[in-house]
């Protein structure tokens, strides 16, 4: 399918997005739309003709368990809602622990890498063909950006995603962007990674930009396109015609948001002055295809790779020491990005936070909690522990912001706060506060 030039469509800039004349398609992240109540916006695109498609972001489907039923259920909504021609996730995992490990259960709030290792793939494989048989339309997963590598990998990230293809008919959603961030962190060729692509299952391509800091590149969504990233871009339109570019902006945007149209534009001319062949999409799966044969996954791999990704991110998180083979100081620069990342995400979903305990009280008390927490039930519950942990410990001193922190984690804490001691404890607290301030 010939999807053309797109821009990811975030509520931030919906007015921006509607008023581009020349933009074909937007992309939506799934986890943000509710199915039966879409935002007015993309209704209004949708009615233009313009194609919407639900971007997922926590399926995990690099993950040891298999794919959540309802993470399934929920992103198959979405794209029946929208009349989306293909859903996409990414080739990560985001949670660890649990049952498999007979650990308590932890979140990155992020995506990170898998290790491109046979079990890992045999593993990456079997979730595919499940989310596949799940979905109303076809998957392309993403290759994700990296601040560090796994030790011991056995496939680069080409003949990974090669084999991937192979095993199970899925396509692929190639960000340069990640390409250019896995090149300056770890030294990988994109030129490589490209050459080694099944180029006839793109599906379409994303671009963005990041910085540099200190010889690490971060994936930023936050920044300007970089030339370095169109360089890899103009590569990639060597070598084939994309169905499809996207330019990702989640944050910091441009004051003038004309800005966001140039790069787009400049996307654009980049593909046309490609020299490539056209590629030619995969067709999609029918009601009676024959899918890639993909043989049951022995459990001991999956054990395996669940005890592995365990001891990764709990070191990650929750301060445990780094697992052999890793580069610490790579870690450390990760853990502090996730910690970062998690302030910046709870103060968007509660923004009374912030705004009730100052921006730089509410991130200092914040990084702290995520040095003692981690998360471990999504950002809205992450953000209730907060406010719990900051009642229980009586760290907010200024009693006008105590009562305001009080009132509002009552009115969101839900109708069973006596059921646990501490959250017992943390209620005496706030009406002993709110008894104060009356």
């Not at 660890?96 to 490990?101: M, S, V």
């Not at 190639?174 to 050459?195: C, M, Q, S, W, Y």
């Amino acid at each position: 399918m010939e999807l053309g030039t797109g821009i990811g469509w975030r509520p931030e800039i919906a007015e921006t997005v509607e008023a581009m004349p020349d933009i074909d398609w937007v992309e939506a992240v799934a986890e943000n739309l509710c199915p039966g109540h879409l935002p007015d916006s993309l209704r209004r695109l949708r009615e233009r003709g313009v194609t919407v498609v639900p971007h997922g972001v926590s399926l995990g489907l690099g993950g040891a368990d298999r794919p959540d039923e309802g993470r399934l259920a929920d992103l198959a909504a979405c794209a029946d809602a929208l009349a989306s021609p293909l859903v996409t996730e990414h080739i990560a995992f985001v949670r660890a622990g649990g049952e498999r490990t007979a650990s308590r259960p932890l979140e990155a709030g992020h995506l990170l890498p898998v290790p491109r290792t046979r079990d890992a793939l045999d593993v990456l494989c079997e979730n595919v063909r499940i989310a596949q048989d799940a979905l109303p339309v076809p998957l392309a997963v993403e290759n994700i950006a990296a601040l560090f590598g796994w030790p011991g990998e056995e496939l680069t990230e080409g003949q990974f995603l090669y084999e991937l293809v192979e095993r199970t008919g899925v396509r692929l959603l190639i960000d340069v962007a990640n390409l250019h961030t896995n090149h300056v962190n770890r030294g990988e060729d994109p030129a490589k990674a490209l050459a080694e692509l099944p180029v006839e299952a793109i599906a379409y391509v994303h671009v963005a930009g990041g910085f540099e800091r200190d010889g690490v590149w971060h994936d930023s969504h936050a920044h300007p396109v970089p030339p370095a990233v169109l360089d890899v871009l103009a590569e990639l339109a060597s070598r084939v015609t994309p169905p499809g570019v996207l330019l990702e902006r989640d944050d910091n945007f441009p004051e003038d948001l004309g800005e966001l149209g140039r790069e787009v534009q400049t996307i654009r001319e980049t593909v046309a002055a490609g020299t490539g062949p056209r590629a030619q999409a995969a067709p999609a799966p029918s009601a009676t295809a024959t899918a890639p044969a993909v043989p049951p996954v022995d459990d001991v791999a999956r054990q395996r790779l669940a005890l592995s990704q365990a001891a990764l991110l709990s070191a990650l998180v929750a301060g445990t020491p780094a697992p052999e083979g890793f580069d610490r100081a790579r870690l450390a620069v990760q853990s502090r990005a996730l910690a970062a990342k998690r302030a910046d995400v709870v103060a968007k979903v509660a923004p009374e936070l912030p705004r009730i305990l100052g921006t730089s009280e509410y991130r200092s008390l914040f990084l702290d909690h995520a040095r003692r927490r981690p998360m471990t039930d999504g950002y809205r519950r992450d953000a209730l522990h907060f406010a719990e942990d900051l009642l229980l410990g009586q760290r907010v001193h200024d009693p006008a912001a105590r009562r305001a922190l009080t009132t509002w984690w009552l009115d969101r804490s839900g109708p069973k706060p006596l059921t646990g001691r501490p959250v017992t404890r943390a209620l005496r607290s706030a009406a002993f506060a709110l008894r104060r301030g009356h």
